[in-house]
């Protein structure tokens, strides 16, 4: 029974531990410069865009794909939500029945067609409550396994 409690007791200690060791989002979620500056921190370069309505995104790329990053849920300059967005132009030769077979297949990525029939995939991602740049990193590494995969089934 001791044992049991023992080995209860360190893995708990275990999980708080690695826990503690996360840094946080603010709870307000971020703002466009502290996406950028996480970005460039990771090694990528980022552009801020501005948007028609008078708001901003990030651009970056991922091996040579464009990476759109797109604020959401924003109270003032933070925001509580992304969206990391890729489009290919294709000249209309993707099919319904391709971009059905993504959302079919593939679980954490959408993929839609634009007003021109371009392809286009997307992660949407929430910051708050309780986000961590850690996690932060993982859906971005997601959504490269994402783009590398939208890629090689269609021959982008």
Not at 89 to 113: A, I, L, P, V
Request: hydrophobic share 35%; with cysteine.
């Amino acid at each position: 029974m001791r044992a049991g409690f023992f080995t209860l007791g360190v893995l708990a200690a275990a999980l708080i531990g690695g826990a503690a060791n996360a840094t946080p989002i603010p709870a307000g979620g971020l703002t466009v410069a502290e996406i950028s500056s996480w970005l460039q921190g990771r090694g990528y370069a980022s552009e801020t865009v501005p948007d028609k309505d008078g708001t901003q995104h990030l651009r970056t790329t991922y091996q040579g794909v464009i990476v759109g990053v797109y604020m959401f849920d924003c109270s003032g300059d933070r925001c509580g939500s992304l969206q990391f967005s890729s489009g290919w132009t294709t000249h209309g030769r993707f099919q319904t029945s391709q971009m059905n077979r993504w959302n079919r297949e593939k679980r954490w990525c959408r993929g839609y067609f634009d007003d021109v029939n371009d392809p286009w995939v997307e992660r949407d991602v929430d910051l708050t409550p309780g986000g961590s740049y850690e996690l932060l990193a993982d859906e971005f590494q997601v959504f490269r396994k994402c783009v590398d995969n939208f890629k090689a089934m269609y021959n982008l």
